[in-house]
């Protein structure tokens, strides 16, 4: 236990780090494609839903724009948020990264 705890716990929680922060944007586009899709529960209110509900009231072709735009850019932007962090993670904690 104490080999695996010293040596090699340290070595792999980079990557977990990592892996983890770059895994969100995935679990937010999914959840926000089934929201979209109706599959998720009604009582809640997502991104998703509100895409869905924009997309319903037909906005992308009367031009309520402002009820695709703030969803839309919310998820790119926590995407984005969550991407930059795994990437700077990665950086910061990968031993084979860090320079004498």
């Known amino acids: 236990g104490r080999v695996v705890f010293k ?11 990592a892996s983890i922060a770059l ?7 999914s959840e926000a494609g089934l929201s ?3 599959l998720t529960s009604q009582n809640l209110i997502t991104w998703g839903q509100m ?3 924009a997309h319903q009231n037909g906005a992308t072709i009367n031009g309520y724009w402002w009820q695709v735009i ?3 850019l919310a998820i790119s932007f ?3 948020v969550f991407v930059l962090l795994g ?6 904690l990968n031993p084979r990264l860090k320079r004498a």
Request: charged residues 5%; without cysteine; glycine residues 12%.
């Open 70 to 72: 703030p969803p839309g």
């Open 7 to 17: 040596h090699i716990v340290p070595q792999l929680l980079p990557y977990a780090f």
């Open 36 to 38: 979209f899709l109706g």
């Open 78 to 80: 926590v995407g984005l």
């Open 23 to 29: 895994s969100v944007p995935g679990a937010i586009l």
């Open 51 to 53: 895409l869905n509900t």
């Open 87 to 92: 990437v700077s993670l990665d950086t910061v």
